[in-house]
């Protein structure tokens, strides 16, 4: 070996070092992440990534030793066949895709986390709204209360029916709805049957079950009241337990902007204080609907969600350029691997 090709050997050596230092510290960090809850040391993905990183670059260099026929090489179909699967699986199945996960995170875990924190903060400041609530409870009554006034008009307009005045089967069907309305058995409201009886006593009638009517809804008017008190009561509890997980929100907030404080530790924290928001954003699934503009940030520090995602379409038109890491890590591991060829290429025929 002449100095010239030793020289070449070393430095492509290092070269490979470097490179699959980049490509091993990037796998490492997306599988830390994606397998967070499991609370696995990272020395253990360290050990494994770079044995696994050396096998792929010697798959990589046998693969491309089997289209070189100045090389003796027994059974070169087969070592072509399982060199390519070793390659497809470890390297694009396996080292590109998690290499891409973690450069697309470290790009956009704190804009995504900054967005989330702040869509949950603002969903739970309506949570704990009452005047929403209140709002509720009294469109409720008054789409109650109309639907009593205008059961009411259709009796009274009934009993007044020229084409068969008085109280009839009609006039009685139109008292039954009434009571259905209320919740009471039928016959609960006493009845006041005239029949072909003169306008004045009709008009009493109609005086009568206007004012039995009305007594009725004030005694609901009444449950109703009891009713939105006894939910203000309880509804301190989900106050006590919101405010302070506000507070942490915006003390996380604050950490992000914070260079002092370490990112990671501070990106766990948000996940954290976001996933109990969620909790309870989710238990009130009636008053809360997800916003498709907001991405989770527990999707993306998950390597199999964020490729999901990706070949959704979740990421066009957006800032999320996850095809641009990629490319990247395309190029680091071809040059990886590549470097590993020539420090490795025989010399002797």
């Excluded at 907030?253 to 989710?282: C, F, H």
């Excluded at 199999?304 to 959704?312: I, P, S």
Aim: glycine share 4%; proline share 2%; charged share 25%.
């Amino acid at each position: 070996m002449n100095g010239e090709n030793k020289f070449l050997k070393i430095f492509s050596l290092f070269a490979f070092i470097a490179f699959a230092a980049v490509s091993c510290w990037s796998t490492t960090e997306s599988l830390f992440l994606t397998l967070e809850s499991a609370q696995i040391p990272k020395w253990v993905f360290w050990i494994s990534v770079i044995g696994l990183y050396v096998l792929t670059s010697i798959c990589f260099k046998l693969m491309i030793d089997t289209f070189d026929t100045n090389i003796y090489m027994e059974n070169r179909i087969v070592k072509l066949i399982f060199s390519f699967l070793g390659v497809i699986i470890l390297w694009v199945v396996f080292s590109m895709p998690t290499n891409s996960h973690t450069f697309f995170y470290k790009q956009m875990a704190k804009t995504t986390a900054v967005k989330e924190l702040k869509h949950v903060d603002n969903e739970l400041s309506h949570l704990i709204d009452t005047t929403m609530y209140i709002e509720k409870y009294n469109d409720e009554w008054n789409a109650f209360d109309e639907k009593v006034k205008l059961a009411l008009d259709q009796l009274k307009h009934e009993i007044d029916n020229p084409q068969r005045f008085g109280f009839g089967p009609e006039a009685e069907a139109k008292l039954a709805k009434i009571e259905d309305l209320f919740g009471v058995k039928t016959g609960t409201i006493d009845r006041r049957g005239t029949r072909n009886t003169s306008k004045k006593e009709r008009n009493d009638v109609c005086k009568y079950y206007d004012n039995v009517v009305k007594e009725h809804l004030e005694i609901k008017l009444e449950h109703h009241k009891t009713k939105v008190n006894a939910f203000l009561a309880d509804f301190q509890t989900k106050i006590n337990e919101v405010k302070p997980i506000r507070r942490n929100i915006g003390q996380v907030l604050n950490m992000l902007e914070d260079p002092t404080y370490e990112r990671e530790a501070v990106l766990k924290q948000a996940r954290q204080v976001i996933g109990k928001s969620y909790a309870i954003l989710e238990a009130s699934i009636d008053l809360y609907e997800e916003n498709p503009d907001v991405y989770r940030s527990d999707r993306l520090i998950k390597v199999t969600k964020v490729w999901e995602d990706y070949f959704k379409g979740e990421f066009k038109d957006t800032d999320y350029t996850l095809w641009y890491w990629i490319l990247l890590s395309v190029i680091v591991d071809i040059a990886a691997f590549v470097f590993f060829n020539i420090a490795f290429k025989k010399e002797e025929y």
